[in-house]
């Protein structure tokens, strides 16, 4: 039988301590049945939610790791041998069995990335999961219109990057976004085209909302929560809308605000929607044509982080955590 190295869950980890609960080993790899391919993975994508399916708490959409199996998320690779008839060998496919060097995938779990339309790891970040999840927060979810104010928190970061660049090449009047640290501030403004940036870390956020926003903002796509959240809440337009997208400061961040402060949405009527991306699957054909368009323009810029080698996953997913990478956070496995 075969066998691959894999990430294993070996304990629960403690706020975005997590590269201590990790350990490598080896599991095996099933032999292949009709359908089947044997992918040999080159990049893995590193993501909140895999914070969050360490933890032993309910999902709503998705399933836990247990302690001593492996981890599991999104991964490009190359087929290198095939029992199907739609993936061939020398095939570069997406699919969900990543965090493992080599995975068994049924075709029917696989999609071929179109390496003419975007490099490998653009298939994992703008026209992958991370580039979806900023288009459907923003048009369907937050039904951005062409004019409207946007600010964007966890701007330095994956979907965040996406979102607040797309917002821009959609028509928003002026395009906003907080990260930590001048640095990534410094690249939304210089490269990726923010009309500002704020520190959240130094930053007396409310003000700087404000003097930002004069008139308000009109989007809110929100992939922090906390206190982020308080601050934009009082700086919306009347009537202006949020697009719930994620909270990643749940994961270290012990000072929360308290349920009270939702009163804002009342006072300014403000229109607060949560989405889960899988929803908008029908929208993807669409996605992939306009990004793929940014892309090939130079109109999108699509930045990694990219950690080396299998044994430095938890140190990429620690980095996410802590803030320290920069756009999409991937490991590299092989060429
Ligand atoms: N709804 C969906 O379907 C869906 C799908 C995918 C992802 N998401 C969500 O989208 C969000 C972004 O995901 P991503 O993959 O793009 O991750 P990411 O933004 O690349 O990485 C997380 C970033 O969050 C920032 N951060 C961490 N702790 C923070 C804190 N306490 N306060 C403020 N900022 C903090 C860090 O940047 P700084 O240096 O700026 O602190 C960090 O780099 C997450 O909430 C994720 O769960 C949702």
Request: hydrophobic fraction near 40%; aromatic fraction near 6%; charge should be negative.
């Given at each position: 039988?075969?066998?691959?190295?894999?990430?294993?869950?070996?304990?629960?980890?403690?706020?975005?301590?997590?590269?201590?609960?990790?350990?490598?080993?080896?599991?095996?790899?099933?032999?292949?049945?009709?359908?089947?391919?044997?992918?040999?993975?080159?990049?893995?994508?590193?993501?909140?939610?895999?914070?969050?399916?360490?933890?032993?708490?309910?999902?709503?959409?998705?399933?836990?790791?247990?302690?001593?199996?492996?981890?599991?998320?999104?991964?490009?690779?190359?087929?290198?041998?095939?029992?199907?008839?739609?993936?061939?060998?020398?095939?570069?496919?997406?699919?969900?069995?990543?965090?493992?060097?080599?995975?068994?995938?049924?075709?029917?779990?696989?999609?071929?990335?179109?390496?003419?339309?975007?490099?490998?790891?653009?298939?994992?970040?703008?026209?992958?999961?991370?580039?979806?999840?900023?288009?459907?927060?923003?048009?369907?979810?937050?039904?951005?219109?062409?004019?409207?104010?946007?600010?964007?928190?966890?701007?330095?970061?994956?979907?965040?990057?996406?979102?607040?660049?797309?917002?821009?090449?959609?028509?928003?009047?002026?395009?906003?976004?907080?990260?930590?640290?001048?640095?990534?501030?410094?690249?939304?403004?210089?490269?990726?085209?923010?009309?500002?940036?704020?520190?959240?870390r130094t930053a007396d956020m409310r003000a700087a909302l404000g003097e930002a926003f004069p008139d308000g903002i009109d989007l809110f796509f929100d992939n922090v929560g906390g206190w982020q959240l308080v601050h934009a809440l009082h700086n919306m337009t009347i009537h202006g809308r949020?697009?719930?997208?994620?909270?990643?400061?749940?994961?270290?961040?012990?000072?929360?605000?308290?349920?009270?402060?939702?009163?804002?949405?009342?006072?300014?009527?403000?229109?607060?929607?949560?989405?889960?991306?899988?929803?908008?699957?029908?929208?993807?054909?669409?996605?992939?044509?306009?990004?793929?368009?940014?892309?090939?323009?130079?109109?999108?810029?699509?930045?990694?982080?990219?950690?080396?080698?299998?044994?430095?996953?938890?140190?990429?997913?620690?980095?996410?955590?802590?803030?320290?990478?920069?756009?999409?956070?991937?490991?590299?496995?092989?060429?």
């Amino acid at each position: 039988m075969k066998e691959t190295t894999a990430v294993l869950l070996a304990r629960r980890p403690e706020g975005t301590k997590v590269a201590e609960a990790l350990t490598l080993g080896t599991i095996p790899l099933p032999d292949l049945t009709p359908g089947a391919v044997l992918v040999r993975n080159q990049y893995m994508s590193v993501d909140p939610s895999t914070r969050g399916r360490m933890d032993p708490g309910e999902k709503q959409y998705t399933t836990n790791f247990e302690i001593g199996g492996p981890l599991d998320g999104s991964a490009i690779g190359i087929v290198v041998e095939s029992e199907s008839s739609i993936l061939p060998v020398g095939a570069t496919v997406r699919h969900r069995s990543g965090w493992r060097e080599f995975a068994v995938v049924d075709d029917s779990a696989a999609t071929i990335c179109d390496l003419a339309k975007a490099p490998a790891t653009s298939w994992l970040s703008a026209m992958g999961q991370t580039g979806f999840t900023a288009y459907a927060g923003l048009l369907p979810v937050g039904e951005l219109k062409p004019g409207e104010t946007v600010f964007v928190t966890g701007a330095g970061g994956a979907v965040g990057s996406m979102a607040g660049q797309f917002a821009r090449l959609m028509g928003a009047s002026t395009v906003i976004g907080s990260a930590g640290g001048a640095p990534k501030c410094a690249w939304l403004t210089d490269e990726c085209g923010f009309d500002a940036a704020i520190d959240y870390r130094t930053a007396d956020m409310r003000a700087a909302l404000g003097e930002a926003f004069p008139d308000g903002i009109d989007l809110f796509f929100d992939n922090v929560g906390g206190w982020q959240l308080v601050h934009a809440l009082h700086n919306m337009t009347i009537h202006g809308r949020i697009s719930m997208c994620g909270a990643v400061s749940n994961f270290g961040t012990k000072d929360q605000p308290s349920m009270a402060e939702l009163i804002e949405t009342v006072l300014r009527r403000v229109t607060i929607r949560g989405f889960i991306v899988r929803d908008f699957e029908p929208l993807r054909p669409e996605f992939e044509e306009r990004v793929s368009g940014w892309l090939a323009s130079g109109d999108l810029v699509d930045r990694a982080t990219v950690f080396e080698g299998i044994e430095n996953a938890g140190a990429g997913l620690e980095g996410l955590l802590n803030g320290a990478n920069l756009g999409k956070a991937l490991i590299h496995l092989s060429d």
